[in-house]
Structures are given as structure tokens and as C-alpha cells.
């Protein structure tokens, strides 16, 4: 039972433009957000996170939303540069720093 | 501040050997965790240690995965015997704080990526 699903294995997009990566969940019960970017062969990075009390936390190029309601969250890169080519995770808890669950990812391509 | 540090990067081995991995954290990070990635997967978690007591095991295969983490710093991960299916990346995180006052980031290590045949 996948709980944290990510639909769109890949993703392109124009240099410049926006990029929006989503991410939905099944468990009510998780309150607690993150998105992490992969390149090959390194460890996933931290980007940005949120808390269920919000519902939306920026951070320079890169805006999350959460949709309580909706079970659904989106990572929302402006403007999109080549050096964000990646595969983005999405990752959820119940609680902070318990037992996270990531999505199987996106990969974006920014195209120069 | 040196990061999450893991060894070896890569490891090849038959069916029904045994393997181990190893990880440093960041200095005075209390949580460690070890997670799985299966190639196309997001990353499972395996086991979370705080300090040096696990918090949560309930994902990882006893039968033949074990992990420590002595003296609340290094931790080890062995799998005795491996399946074709434990063929992954292995990686290591570790974060500041405990669930009392954490402080929002999983620092990731670049992973050891084991293959059985």
C-alpha cells in the first residue's frame, strides 16, 4: 500500500518557466512534509518543508503547498534553472522526525 | 561541518553471502536512520535509532538484516544471508534533534549500492 504516491515518473520543462511536482498521500494522519532533490550517485538533499498548520512555506525559487483537505502537495520551482535536473522526493510523517515515507519521485528535466 | 559519511559505496556479492555497511552521522546528531532505495522506488526506512536505542524497527527483515549503533555514534548494517531482492542502495541519515525538538531535515550520506547475483 503505496501512501505516499508521486503520478508523474518524469517531468520536462522549459528553462525559465515553472515547474510544479506533485505529490499525494493516503494517511490523514500525517502532519509533517518534506521534499528532497537526488542527483546520481548522491545522497538526497533537503528542500523545503512543511507543517500541517500551514499551508504554504517558501523558500527562495522553491514554494510547497499543502492541501489538507485534499491530501495533496505541491513543490512549485520558479523559475526552473538546468542545475534543478533531478528526481525530486516527496516524504511525509505523522509527527516530527518519525518513520518518514517517500514517494517513488520524479525526475525533472530542465531544458536549456 | 562534515556530512553523513558511508562505506563502502559499492558492493557486489552471491545470493546467500552476507554483507555489511557502515555509517558515521554528522557530529551530535542524535537520529540515525537507515533506509532502502530500490532502483525507481522512493527510500524505505529500515530502522531509526535515537541515540543508541531504536525508535522504530517494524519495516526491517529480522530474519537476516541487523543493525547497532554503539555508543549512540557509528552504526552498522548487516544482511545474513542476501536474496537477489536486497540488490539496493543503502542509505544513511541523520538529524539534529530528537521527535521533541526536531528541527525539520534528514541529512542523507551517498549511499551504499549493493548487488547480488
Known amino acids: 500500500d503505496q501512501q505516499v504516491k508521486q503520478n508523474s515518473p518524469s517531468l520536462s520543462v522549459q528553462e525559465g518557466r515553472i515547474s510544479i511536482l506533485n505529490c499525494d498521500y493516503t494517511n490523514s494522519m500525517f502532519d509533517y512534509f518534506l521534499w528532497y532533490k537526488k542527483y546520481p550517485a548522491e545522497g538526497p538533499t533537503f528542500l523545503i518543508s512543511i507543517s500541517s498548520i500551514k499551508d504554504k512555506n517558501e523558500d527562495g525559487r522553491f514554494t510547497v503547498f499543502l492541501n489538507k483537505s485534499a491530501k495533496h502537495l505541491s513543490l512549485h520551482i520558479v523559475p526552473s534553472q538546468p542545475g534543478d535536473s533531478a528526481v525530486y522526493f516527496c516524504a511525509a510523517s505523522v509527527g516530527y522526525g518519525q518513520n518518514f515515507v517517500f514517494g517513488p519521485g520524479t525526475r525533472l528535466s530542465v531544458l536549456p | 561541518e562534515a556530512g553523513v559519511a558511508q562505506s563502502p559505496r559499492y558492493k557486489i556479492i552471491e545470493k546467500r553471502q552476507s554483507v555489511a555497511f557502515w555509517c558515521n552521522p554528522i557530529?551530535?546528531?542524535?537520529?540515525l536512520y537507515w533506509y532502502q532505495q530500490i532502483l525507481g522506488q522512493g527510500p524505505k526506512l529500515l530502522i531509526q535509532?535515537?541515540?543508541?536505542?531504536?525508535?522504530?524497527d517494524s519495516q526491517l527483515p529480522k530474519d537476516r538484516f541487523s543493525a547497532e549503533r554503539l555508543k549512540g555514534v557509528d552504526s552498522t548494517l548487516k544482511i545474513q544471508p542476501a536474496k537477489l531482492e536486497d540488490s539496493a542502495v543503502y542509505l544513511c541519515?541523520?538529524?539534529?534533534?530528537?521527535?521533541?525538538?526536531?528541527?525539520?531535515?534528514?541529512?542523507f550520506g551517498e549511499g551504499s549500492r549493493l548487488t547480488v547475483l
Open positions: 557530529s551530535g546528531h542524535a537520529t
Open positions: 541519515a541523520s538529524s539534529r534533534g530528537t521527535a521533541g525538538d526536531w528541527t525539520g531535515e534528514l541529512f
Open positions: 535509532f535515537q541515540n543508541n536505542g531504536v525508535v522504530d
